[in-house]
């Protein structure tokens, strides 16, 4: 069946490099998102990638997708405290099953 | 552009009460997508709707739970008969089309006494 893991906590300093990985089994998910979300706040998108992509960079943000081993990383350079909230992975198969199926997030913490 | 709006934030029902949640999608989004967030879970997918259709409901619950997408007005997730399980956060969803990125609206804290 479907399913995507995240290991569940990271911590970095302030002015590191965040990565967030994520292992998503449906080899067939053709979008992948990874969402944001701040203490009692709803889910912000923060970027996607299509499954024929390898790399996306937007700003500080970095996406990076090994299809052959089925992972999705998130890298954050110049880490700052707002960063620090949980980020969840999220893919979605464009066939007949057209749901988003959700990791259980990474908890990152910056400290300062 | 208004995002995805959700009300009310906090719902605090007593137990076999119903409860209402409503949810207003993006300008031109005629994509619904509804999930529930329990404590330090995921998401958990719950029902996904068109413009007066239920497109997936697998996730939803067999009983007391129904959701909606009018042709005018918001859409409605149903709760009746609640109970102290159904506490969660539900979070509302919307995309201008099935495989295009889903914006989520801040929703709505379900507490149950």
């Known amino acids: 069946g479907e399913d995507v893991e995240q290991s569940l906590f990271l911590s970095v300093r302030e002015g590191d490099s965040s990565v967030i990985n994520c292992t998503y089994t449906?080899?067939?998910?053709?979008?992948l998102y990874w969402y944001k979300q701040e203490p009692g706040a709803g889910l912000q998108l923060l970027t996607y990638i299509f499954s024929n992509m390898d790399m996306k960079q937007d700003q500080r943000l970095t996406v990076l997708l090994n299809k052959k081993e089925t992972q999705l990383s998130l890298r954050i350079a110049d880490t700052q405290t707002g960063d620090s909230a949980i980020y969840f992975c999220a893919g979605i198969n464009a066939g007949n099953n057209r749901k988003l199926i959700w990791g259980l997030g990474t908890s990152l913490a910056v400290n300062p | 552009n208004a995002g995805v709006m959700q009300n009310p934030r906090h719902l605090v029902r007593r137990r076999g009460q119903e409860a209402r949640l409503r949810c207003s999608p993006m300008?031109?989004?005629?994509?619904v997508y509804w999930y529930r967030q329990l404590p330090e879970e995921g998401l958990k997918f719950m029902v996904y709707l068109q413009k007066e259709n239920i497109i997936d409901e697998s996730g939803m619950p067999k009983e007391r739970f129904s959701a909606e997408f009018p042709k005018e007005g918001p859409s409605i997730l149903r709760i009746q008969q609640v109970v102290r399980g159904d506490s969660a956060a539900y979070f509302c969803a919307s995309s201008w089309d099935y495989n295009q990125p889903q914006h989520f609206g801040d929703g709505t804290r379900l507490s149950i006494l």
């Open positions: 300008k031109g989004h005629s994509h």
């Open positions: 449906d080899s067939s998910s053709t979008y």
